[in-house]
């Protein structure tokens, strides 16, 4: 079965561009959640989709979105960059993710690394 | 709320040392335990898990046992090799985090020579 795959690997923009970032999942799994890792502020949740909606949100702002299709392959857009917005951004899935009491095992993608300028 | 520490590093390692990266965490309810693995360049891989007090999980030769007295879950490996040069995370995620998902440690790294 394939893994979690991630496009682009790796982007260079410029502060006040925008950037999407792709993300397709294991196939069947239903869960996208996103991550940010950075040296300073290490691994750090942005959001989780289910079914097409956002589930959970981490504390980022709302310069950071994303979406799910119906085929559970995510995307993520963070508009009008800031050098800070520099990180390796991860994406993971699993059958139903994290919810209430429910805690599923989440499998990592490879990562895109953006870096802005 | 809920938080994960882990042992600053690096930490360096001769191949066929023993090997053992504190991890302890703060949660309310009953939170599931993780480790995960990154090597240079990868995304981050599962390496084991517990769901439960007492629960041990175990990979590679890699173990760490949910210890609810202590608040820890620490991870042990009897001979390290080469290969396990890479950064360690101990994450959780908690039955009372409505609205959250991994909560991970800052991550420790393992560098092996031979």
């Known amino acids: 079965k394939a893994g979690v795959t991630q496009t682009p690997r790796y982007l260079i923009k410029t502060r006040g561009q925008q950037v999407t970032l792709s993300c397709s999942p294991i196939s069947g799994h239903r869960s996208v959640s996103w991550y940010q890792q950075t040296p300073g502020q290490g691994l750090q949740f942005l959001f989780e989709y289910f079914s097409e909606t956002q589930r959970n949100k981490g504390n980022f702002p709302g310069r950071f979105s994303g979406r799910q299709f119906s085929n559970s392959r995510s995307e993520m857009n963070v508009s009008t960059l800031e050098l800070g917005d520099s990180a390796l951004y991860l994406c993971?899935?699993?059958?139903?993710?994290?919810?209430?009491?429910?805690?599923?095992?989440?499998?990592f993608g490879p990562g895109t690394r953006l870096t802005v300028l | 709320g809920n938080s994960v520490t882990q042992m600053e590093g690096p930490v360096t390692l001769s191949e066929e040392a023993f090997l053992t990266i504190n991890c302890t965490y703060t949660?309310?309810?009953?939170?599931?335990l993780f480790w995960y693995v990154q090597y240079p360049g990868e995304g981050l891989q599962l390496l084991l898990k517990a769901t439960k007090a007492d629960d041990k999980g175990s990979n590679k030769g890699f173990e760490a046992t949910y210890r609810k007295e202590t608040t820890s879950f620490h991870l042990e490996k009897g001979s390290v090799q080469v290969s396990d040069s890479a950064v360690y995370f101990c994450?959780?995620?908690?039955?009372?985090?409505?609205?959250?998902?991994?909560?991970f440690g800052k991550g420790t790294t393992l560098s092996v020579s031979s």
């Open positions: 949660a309310t309810g009953y939170p599931s």
């Open positions: 993971a899935s699993s059958l139903y993710g994290t919810s209430g009491s429910f805690s599923d095992t989440q499998y």
């Open positions: 994450a959780l995620t908690s039955a009372n985090q409505a609205g959250t998902a991994l909560i």
